[in-house]
């Protein structure tokens, strides 16, 4: 699935650090706007326990993760929308990404410059919400501009979406969200079809300090962070990105007993990655054979075809059916085997919604 999620904030918030955390990439993190000018990509796996307790059902020659894109875009600064620092590049790598995940600075360190001069994490998100309203509202003004042409001529695509411009445009003025505003089924339709900056799903990371990431609930950032997410119907990640820089340098035993040092169950990206994850509306299904027990990707509501298609266009061509178990049901029963005889294991046709945690056997022929 060429899904991604990209990482943006203002210069010195940490999203570099996050982005070398995540992804073991090395991105450069100077403490200086703008030293992030293309945008980074990596490949992040997606942390699962169930594929880990399939391995040890099945005993596989290997096991293969799920994982999905991070895109570590440079920071936005006031005025971008107008090509202020590196602007319009950065808004037309945000345009690429199919959510965002937003972080914010919940520390204050005298050794980082933070390019406004001061710590203030609603004031950050403010400036930079504006930027992509402003940014839609330019897009949405050659819409509109386009759409009143074509309605003289009876156009029935630009009559369609003139009235959903006109509601963006007052959205857009008053400041608000494109995700803020109630469409209807067709009008919401109309509106994706736009590839708005605002109206992709987004989620905050609220980045704190070495010394506050165990008692984070009680670093006023943070509560002030929660509290806007909150308005913004939108999730909130609390993280250290230095220590999670730290940590993906050792080894799984290694990063256990530090975390129990810190008093953390999960750590922040693990977390992260699995709220990125969910904001993209993704899910996973296994296949769980002697060969490799493996992860896949799908989007929540994709038919059994289209899964089969994940792992190969042919599997889709040809789909037949679907062998299916409930992963829990698998895990109950010991084996495929047993599954089987327990009449747990379902055949399931073309019209099947594969449901997250399916162990799924294709058949198929072309």
């Not at 010394?211 to 997410?229: H, L, M, T």
């Not at 990206?269 to 990707?297: I, M, P």
């Amino acid at each position: 699935m060429a899904l991604t999620a990209g990482i943006v904030g203002l210069p010195n918030v940490g999203k570099s650090t996050l982005f070398n955390a995540i992804t073991k990439a090395g991105a450069e993190a100077a403490n200086y706007p703008f030293c992030t000018i293309d945008p980074n990509v990596g490949i992040v796996e997606v942390p699962d326990e169930r594929l880990d307790k399939l391995t040890e059902l099945v005993d596989p020659k290997k096991t293969v993760p799920t994982a999905f894109e991070f895109t570590d875009i440079a920071g936005i600064v006031e005025g971008a929308s107008k090509g202020e620092g590196l602007g319009n590049k950065f808004l037309s790598h945000i345009r690429e990404v199919d959510a965002i995940c937003q972080v914010v600075r919940c520390f204050a360190d005298d050794n980082i410059t933070h390019v406004t001069g001061k710590v203030d994490p609603i004031s950050d998100i403010e400036v930079i919400n504006l930027e992509l309203v402003l940014a839609d509202m330019e897009s949405i003004e050659k819409r509109i501009a386009r759409a009143a042409k074509l309605v003289k001529q009876k156009d029935k695509d630009a009559v369609a979406e003139e009235p959903v411009l006109m509601k963006l445009r007052e959205a857009f003025e008053n400041g608000d969200l494109a995700r803020s505003i109630e469409f209807t089924e067709d009008e919401l339709r109309i509106a994706k079809g736009l590839n708005l900056l605002t109206l992709k799903p987004m989620l905050y990371v609220a980045n704190v300090s070495e010394d506050e990431i165990a008692d984070a609930d009680n670093n006023e950032y943070v509560q002030k962070v929660r509290e806007f997410a909150a308005k913004d119907n939108a999730d909130v990640i609390v993280i250290c990105a230095k220590i999670e820089e730290e940590m993906a340098e050792l080894e799984d035993e290694e990063k256990e007993m530090f975390l129990e040092e810190l008093g953390i169950k999960e750590s922040g990206l693990d977390q992260l990655v699995k709220a990125s994850y969910n904001l993209l509306g993704l899910a996973t299904y296994f296949t769980a054979g002697v060969q490799e027990v493996r992860a896949w990707t799908f989007k929540k509501g994709m038919k059994a075809p289209q899964c089969a298609g994940v792992i190969h266009s042919d599997f889709e061509r040809g789909f037949i059916r679907a062998e299916t178990v409930a992963y829990d049901e698998l895990v109950e029963t010991g084996s495929m085997a047993a599954a089987k005889e327990a009449g747990k294991v379902r055949q399931e046709g073309k019209e099947y919604i594969v449901k997250d945690g399916d162990v799924m056997l294709f058949r198929f022929n072309v």
